[in-house]
């Protein structure tokens, strides 16, 4: 059974930094992209950032030059540096994994970590 798990959101103050994580675990025998998705309250979900297997990357142009996603391939693991934080960066931040393990391919969610951003 694969699971997703987020960690690191907290409450900030603008101009502040916070470090989420996110590990992937269980049967798996690879994962291609992983990235950060959010969703602000009454908004839609969208992508923050991604990296591939082989750490290419894509940031939302709200993002760059402050957020910087990494991986680290033996850990399953995925991170989201966020620093110069603004109130408009508030949301719910949620992992995703692209894929195969025993039995299973595919997305895989983790169940979210809010960030607030205080002004």
């Known amino acids: 059974q694969v699971q997703v798990v987020e960690s690191g959101g907290g409450l900030v103050q603008a101009g502040g930094s916070l470090r989420l994580s996110c590990a992937a675990s269980?049967?798996?025998?690879?994962?291609?992209?992983m990235g950060w998705y959010r969703q602000a309250p009454g908004k839609q979900r969208e992508l923050v950032a991604l990296?591939?297997?082989?750490?290419?990357?894509n940031y939302t142009d709200s993002v760059k030059g402050r957020f910087t996603i990494s991986r680290d391939n033996a850990k399953n693991t995925v991170y989201l540096q966020m620093n110069s934080l603004k109130p408009e960066d508030t949301a719910v931040y949620y992992c995703?994994?692209?894929?195969?393990?025993?039995?299973?391919?595919?997305?895989?969610w983790g169940q979210g970590t809010q960030v607030t951003v205080s002004s």
């Open positions: 269980g049967s798996i025998f690879s994962i291609n992209a």
């Open positions: 990296i591939t297997s082989g750490g290419s990357t």
């Open positions: 995703n994994a692209d894929l195969s393990g025993l039995g299973t391919r595919g997305d895989y």
